[in-house]
């Protein structure tokens, strides 16, 4: 049973361009969730998906950044316009119920540097 | 506003040798604190989690410490080994295991 799957592992992007960053959940896991690591700091918490619903974005950036879980495929974090303050680590996870009797499985990871 | 404190920043410790790190919390709602273990290049894992109704947890040679009425938690690592060697970082959510406030991390690195 593979792990969470994140990729690219690694993403240059130009000031301005846009930013695709794809995960898929562990087999079986319908619940996924989208972190945020900035350079010296923990894990932020942006957003909580199900297929084909946003439950939880309460901790997603008002502009640019969108997030969707599909039917079909990979859960994708999308970033419009990049800016060098979006460099950082995009981790997701993922659980098969919510609740902390469940364990939420990190996958390793997207670093995305804006230049 | 940092919700979650975490020291120390860095902590080198000998082998064998016991590794504590603290975490102070503000969030009297949290209910649920767990540890995770990163190491470079790869994301977080959970390495163990404690509820605020015990004050000890101890799985192995790691054991969490609670202390409700300082709002503070500790993992003491026991007979540290080099394997060891990582990031830790506490966090604490309110009912879920998705919505965590992480503190900032310690590098933990542990001498043969």
């Known amino acids: 049973n593979a792990g969470v799957m994140q990729n690219p592992r690694h993403l240059v992007r130009r000031r301005g361009q846009e930013a695709r960053l794809r995960c898929s959940p562990m087999?079986?896991?319908?619940?996924v969730y989208w972190y945020r690591q900035l350079p010296e700091e923990g894990l932020k918490f942006m957003v909580y998906?199900?297929?084909?619903?946003?439950?939880?974005e309460s901790g997603m950036p008002k502009e640019r950044f969108s997030a969707e879980f599909p039917k079909e495929g990979p859960s994708i974090l999308r970033i419009q316009q990049v800016v060098r303050g979006d460099s950082a680590a995009y981790f997701c996870?993922?659980?098969?119920?919510?609740?902390?009797?469940?364990?939420?499985?990190f996958g390793q990871g997207t670093r995305l540097t804006v230049v | 506003q940092q919700q979650v404190k975490q020291s120390p920043q860095s902590l080198i410790v000998q082998k064998g040798g016991i590794s504590i790190i603290n975490c102070a919390y503000e969030?009297?709602?949290?209910?649920?604190f767990p540890w995770y273990q990163q190491f470079p290049g790869k994301g977080p894992a959970l390495l163990i989690a404690?509820?605020?109704?015990?004050s000890e947890k101890k799985e192995g040679r790691f054991t969490i410490s609670f202390n409700k009425s300082a709002k503070q938690f500790s993992l003491h690592i026991m007979d540290s080994q080099p394997g060891d060697s990582a990031t830790y970082f506490c966090?604490?959510?309110?009912?879920?295991?998705?919505?965590?406030?992480f503190g900032k991390g310690t590098l933990l690195t542990v001498n043969p």
């Open positions: 996870a993922s659980s098969s119920m919510t609740g902390t009797n469940t364990e939420a499985f």
């Open positions: 087999k079986g896991h319908s619940h």
């Open positions: 404690i509820r605020p109704d015990v």
């Open positions: 998906l199900q297929k084909e619903n946003i439950i939880d």
């Open positions: 966090a604490a959510s309110r009912g879920s295991n998705y919505k965590l406030t």
């Open positions: 969030n009297t709602a949290f209910d649920y």
